[in-house]
Each structure stands twice: as C-alpha cells, then as structure tokens.
C-alpha cells in the first residue's frame, strides 16, 4: 500500500469516528409510563332485519358409548394353533367349548354397551 493510500484511509477512518463522537449522550428525562390502554367496548349483537329468524342449533355433547373395563377381547383357547397341537377330539372338542363360553361373555358385554349407546341417544 502506498502512502498515499493509507493517509486516504487513515483520513476516512478518523472522519467515520469522529462522526460517533459527535453525538454526545443527551440526559434522559424522567420517564413516565404510558396509560394503560382502554379496552375497546364490544359492539351490542345486530339485530337481524325484519322478517328474518334467527335459529340456534344445539348440538348434544357426544357420549361416551364403551365402557373402559370392556377391555380387549381375551385369547380365545381354541386357536389354529392350539386345535393343532390338541391330541385328539376330546381335547379340540374341550378347547372350542371354552373358546365358545368366552365368546358369549364378550358378546353379551358387547350388547350390552351397544344397548346403552342406544338409549343415551333417545
């Protein structure tokens, strides 16, 4: 860098700080918290023009239908796989009768939420 070139930059340098230097800081007055503001007073409702009804529709809170103790359904004993292993016919046969009663049960609880669902919407 030439002489030149760093007396210009050294000059327009001293010129960009002085001008922050200028400005001196001013003694803040004693500020003072703005009101609060008014809150805006909502408008009454309009009233509907003559001839016209206004409708309102009630919509009924939705019920819960299922009981939380209904629970999932259970593993039936009379599987794929269990009338497989099963050594004979007494055995698939004793399988499927208790396969058969645990079904019953699920089925009557299940009519039974069914049942109440549908008088809680009457």
């Known amino acids: 860098m030439s002489a ?6 050294a ?17 803040h007055a004693a500020r003072t918290p703005a009101p609060a503001a008014q809150p805006v007073p909502t408008p009454p409702p309009a009233t509907p023009p003559a001839g016209q009804k206004v409708v309102r529709v009630y919509v ?4 819960k239908c ?3 103790d ?4 259970p593993a039936y004993p009379d599987s794929d796989a269990a ?4 050594g004979g016919a007494a055995d698939r046969y004793q399988l499927m009768a208790a396969g058969r009663i ?3 049960q699920r089925l009557q609880r299940l009519e039974e939420a069914i ?3 549908r008088n809680l919407g009457r």
């Open 4 to 9: 030149t070139a760093r007396l210009a930059s």
């Open 11 to 27: 000059a327009a340098l001293a010129a960009a700080l002085s001008g922050c230097a200028s400005i001196a800081e001013r003694p």
């Open 60 to 63: 009924p809170k939705p019920v």
């Open 66 to 68: 299922v009981p939380d």
């Open 70 to 73: 209904l629970g999932a359904p």
């Open 83 to 86: 009338l497989l292993q099963a």
């Open 102 to 104: 645990l079904r019953q």
């Open 115 to 117: 049942k109440r669902c």
